[in-house]
């Protein structure tokens, strides 16, 4: 049995997705910018597919700007928002993505802003109270926090946070590529200034992202040498991969109620059997609190466990597809920024145990299974 449960790193393709993308991979294949009537055919697609995105974020399309993915967004955002509004200090979490931590970290690296990190707890709550001392202390401040975590599953309060912002002016950008096409995103209820989204992870293609910046909050290309984007972000555009990342958005949320609540019993069946076959297995962050963590993230600790990479090796022989953490660090000898913030003990195995709505409980039969052949 192949089994793959790494859909936190990349899903698979929704073939529904697939045929939507094939007429302007084929057939259409004018350029957006022309003005015949192949280029028009094109750009109107192009804004159909703005438009679909802005309606299910709630915002305007001229809000919403397609890039090549989170990492370009997020670089975009914080490089650019910083220079722009003269920002000196930046607030995030250990726990971020490397898109957002790398960034921050070259920025306060070349001395263009002060670097400071929000407290949290050993299951990886942020504590507002330590950012709402941040954000008094450092004015005016670029605030990075993630809406969903990728390795642990936590969900952050982005209400909350983003009315502590409000109050101190604060900018406030929002990494959402693990949370958006899997919960409800009303933006125009949120005080966010900016997020990251990205089709990979909710059934869309690769090499497509959205970038959702407010009108009142512009700010300058990272990306210059074409007028694309509303001047955005130079580059003749990903067309069909926008059509791609459109329609998989609206499926997802077309098919929310019913993807979630088997993402849900997965995530549950999972649980009780790994406590059924295993006394001693933990689990890392919120990922076992259903009601706080995406349903479709379960990290695991193993204690006992002194080679992780062998685990993972022998799972991947079973035809069983997992991370250790995340997968930006596959093939690499860096371990876990996630999981060391948590301060996991020594000789800990950790996987990351993703589903979607392909998944099945015999796949989950099948990999408790193998795992329980791989630690013995």
């Given amino acids: 049995m192949i089994v793959y449960l790494d859909n936190a790193a990349t899903t698979p393709l929704d073939e529904r997705v697939f045929e939507a993308m094939k007429p302007y991979l084929l057939q259409n294949h004018g350029n957006p910018s022309s003005i015949h009537q192949h280029g028009r055919m094109v750009r109107s697609a192009v804004e159909r597919a703005r438009k679909t995105v802005a309606d299910i974020l709630n915002v305007a399309p001229a809000e919403v700007f ?20 003269g920002i000196t200090h930046a607030i995030t979490s250990k726990i971020e993505h490397h898109a957002v931590l790398h960034a921050l970290e070259y920025l306060q690296k070349e001395g263009k802003i002060a670097l400071h990190f929000v407290e949290m707890d050993g299951r990886g709550r942020l504590d507002l ?11 005016p401040a670029f605030v990075s926090l993630m809406h969903a975590n990728n390795e642990i599953g936590n969900y952050n309060d982005v209400q909350l946070i983003g009315e502590l912002c409000r109050e101190n002016q604060a900018f406030f950008h929002s990494d959402m590529v693990q949370s958006l096409g899997h919960t409800d995103i009303d933006l125009s209820k949120l005080n966010i200034h900016s997020i990251a989204g990205s089709a990979h992870k909710f059934h869309g293609p690769k090499g497509i992202g959205l970038m ?7 700010i300058p290309p990272l990306l210059i040498g074409g007028g694309q984007e509303r ?8 067309v069909a991969g926008i059509i791609g990342l459109a329609k998989a958005l609206e499926l997802a949320y077309a098919e929310k109620e019913a993807n979630q609540n088997h993402l849900l019993q997965l995530k549950n069946y999972t649980i009780h059997k790994l406590s059924e ?23 695991l600790s193993i204690p006992g466990i002194d080679d ?48 979607s709505k392909f998944n099945t409980q015999e796949e ?11 630690i013995l």
């Avoid at 006394?279 to 995406?294: F, H, K, R, T, V």
């Avoid at 062998?310 to 093939?331: E, K, P, T, Y």
């Avoid at 999981?339 to 000789?347: F, K, W, Y």
């Avoid at 989950?364 to 329980?372: G, P, S, T």
């Fill in 308 to 355: 992780n990479d062998m685990l993972l090796f022998n799972l991947d022989i079973n035809g069983i597809s997992v991370s250790g953490g995340s997968a930006c660090a596959s093939g690499t000898s860096i371990g876990s920024h996630v999981l060391d913030a948590l301060h996991l003990p020594p000789n800990t195995g950790a996987l990351r145990v993703s589903f």
């Fill in 129 to 139: 109270v330590s950012l709402q001392k941040l954000l008094q202390t450092h004015r």
């Fill in 231 to 238: 001047n955005m972000r130079g580059g003749t555009e990903n």
């Fill in 277 to 299: 076959k295993f006394s001693d297995i933990c689990y890392n962050g919120l990922s076992a609190d259903l009601e706080n963590s995406l349903h479709k993230v379960l990290s």
């Fill in 212 to 218: 959702y910046i407010n009108a009142e909050m512009r």
């Fill in 66 to 85: 397609f890039t090549s993915g989170g990492t370009e967004t997020n670089n975009t955002i914080i490089k650019n928002a910083i220079k722009s509004r």
């Fill in 364 to 374: 989950i039969d099948y990999f408790i299974e193998k795992l329980a052949v791989a």
